[in-house]
């Protein structure tokens, strides 16, 4: 503590009792507050006076357009590759596919691919072709004027493949319960899997 009487520590004035100290203020705590002051000035003529970078909600718009970018073409890919997709037989894919048709498809196509609202899973009649392709295009795009929902805009590529390949697993399963009849006639050459070879 100094005593010099030029800088006096106890300031002179004195309410009821109660006097100030001057204390110094530390030069490091000093620095950081002028260099707060020097940030907020340079922040303001950055973002609100010359308008160079973006500010949260321009820079939310733009990332969310490269994202959409992004998605589009993994979509526009995927679509591609529907005509010569081939099912996964890999186990992990099988087991998330299985998790996805509980969660989504189950409550239409029934826990075993029986059929319910939506048509068996299980047997040879298909309304919209027997191949794998075929089915992975009814899930991408569906079918919304017959029930049967849409589910690119729900579920990435590679959980349409994975059902898709969990859903081809089913053809032919034995069923607990007598499944869904027939909605369509026999493929003229069946192909695929099929419980009556
Ligand atoms: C809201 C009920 C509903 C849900 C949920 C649903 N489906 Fe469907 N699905 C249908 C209906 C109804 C049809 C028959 C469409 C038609 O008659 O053209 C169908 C048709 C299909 C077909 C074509 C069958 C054929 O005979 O050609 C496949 C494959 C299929 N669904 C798979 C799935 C998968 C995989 C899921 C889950 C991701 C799913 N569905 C979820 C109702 C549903």
Excluded at 85 to 90: R, Y
Aim: glycine fraction near 8%; aromatic fraction near 12%.
């Amino acid at each position: 503590m100094s005593n010099d009487p030029k800088e006096p520590l106890l300031l002179d004035h004195n309410y009821d009792g109660i006097q100030e100290l001057d204390n110094k203020l530390p030069r490091w705590w000093v620095w950081l507050f002028y260099i707060t002051i020097i940030y907020a000035a340079v922040y303001l003529v950055y973002f609100h006076v010359t308008r160079s970078g973006e500010l949260q909600e321009a820079e939310y718009a733009s990332e969310m357009k490269a994202g959409e970018q992004i998605k589009a073409a993994a979509m526009g890919k995927f679509e591609a590759s529907i005509a010569t997709i081939q099912p996964s037989t890999d186990a992990a894919v099988l087991e998330s596919g299985k998790q996805t048709y509980v969660k989504y498809c189950a409550p239409c196509h029934r826990v075993d691919g029986g059929g319910l609202v939506g048509p068996n899973l299980t047997d040879d009649y298909w309304i919209h072709g027997n191949t794998y392709p075929d089915s992975v295009k009814v899930i991408w795009d569906g079918v919304p004027a017959k029930g049967m929902i849409t589910w690119k805009t729900v579920l990435k590529p590679d959980e349409i493949q994975a059902v898709a390949s969990y859903i081809y697993t089913l053809r032919g399963a034995k069923l607990l319960s007598p499944g869904k009849l027939p909605e369509n006639q026999l493929p003229a050459k069946p192909a695929g899997a099929s419980q009556f070879e």
